[in-house]
Nanobody, 124 residues
Framework: QVQLVESGGQLVQAGGSLTLSCTDS????????MGWFRQGPGKEREFVAA????????FYADSVKGRFTITRGNAKNTVYLQMNNLIPEETAVYYC?????????????????WGQGTQVTVSS
């Protein structure tokens, strides 16, 4: 079964930085756009960032623009999320997902496969 596995989540102080990774066990990684979503305690799952299969197009939630960067290494079947200047409100489980054909990059329903999530906790 093809899986997405996230890593890199941990406790970090406000203002700190963290890089999340998500590795796809499939063989056609470059065919998929990839996205990062997060779900904080008591909150709905929300879009964070997405990147096209080639890496040429990137999309960000307004709240993270200028602080977060999404990249991918297709040779390593891995997508990354570099997060800078984190704030406590960004404490959440962060999920990566593989997007299907069509649909909006910002819409979770456009994504076909999901990882199990990695916990990011930002302390004040």
């Amino acid at each position: 079964q093809v899986q997405l596995v996230e890593s890199g989540g941990q406790l970090v102080q406000a203002g700190g930085s963290l890089t999340l990774s998500c590795t796809d066990s499939g063989r056609t990684f470059s065919n998929y756009a990839m996205g990062w979503f997060r779900q904080g305690p008591g909150k709905e799952r929300e879009f964070v960032a997405a990147i096209s299969g080639s890496g040429g197009s990137k999309f960000y939630a307004d709240s993270v623009k200028g602080r977060f960067t999404i990249t991918r290494g297709n040779a390593k079947n891995t997508v990354y999320l570099q997060m800078n200047n984190l704030i406590p409100e960004e404490t959440a489980v962060y999920y990566c997902a593989a997007k299907g054909p069509g649909g909006s990059y910002l819409d979770a329903t456009s994504y076909l496969r999901w990882g199990q999530g990695t916990q990011v906790t930002v302390s004040s």
